[in-house]
């Protein structure tokens, strides 16, 4: 039973986890072998520094889930594979109005920056999640009334929509952008 098609099968949605794996610990194939305490500690260092700290803390508890699995199998190396995550206390940031109509008159400079504002705006003036951000249209909108049901948590929000919302709606993201350009670039803007 190799690894990453074991853990690919349970968890199809990380894959990128594997890569994360395989950078972290300089191999282009993460084996049974490879999960020793001094790996896993490589692991969370790496994930530590490429993904925000409750990015990294899911991870980190997925993959964990997924080796307690295999701990009495006697596949793995390390008898109990720790991936220690520094905790860090979650900022809670809100933009005033003026820095809100900063953003909206900002003229972007490549569709990278235009695509970021675009989602970024979605979900500033409307408080949805990305994911959810993304799949608004116009067609959410009904007699003033944005309605959409969130992915997460499967639930309906509706809202009145915000002035500035409709132009946001209507530029269609020329590409969906992963959190690390999102993160960056609206940073930059």
Known sequence: MELQKEFLR???QYEHLLRYLRE???KDRVEWSDITKLNMEKFGE???EKVSPNSART???VFKAFLSRFNEE???PCKNPQIKIKSVPSQHIALTMDEIRLIDEYEPKNDTERDVRNIFMRGCLTGARYSDAIQ???DNIRDGVLTYISKKTNTEV???VHAMLTKYLVNKPTKIRCAVVMNRTIKDI
């Open 136 to 138: 608004m249209t116009m």
């Open 158 to 160: 509706c809202q009145p």
């Open 10 to 12: 349970r968890n199809p």
């Open 46 to 48: 790496y994930l530590s």
């Open 59 to 61: 991870y980190a508890a």
């Open 24 to 26: 972290a610990i300089g």
């Open 74 to 76: 006697g596949i793995i």
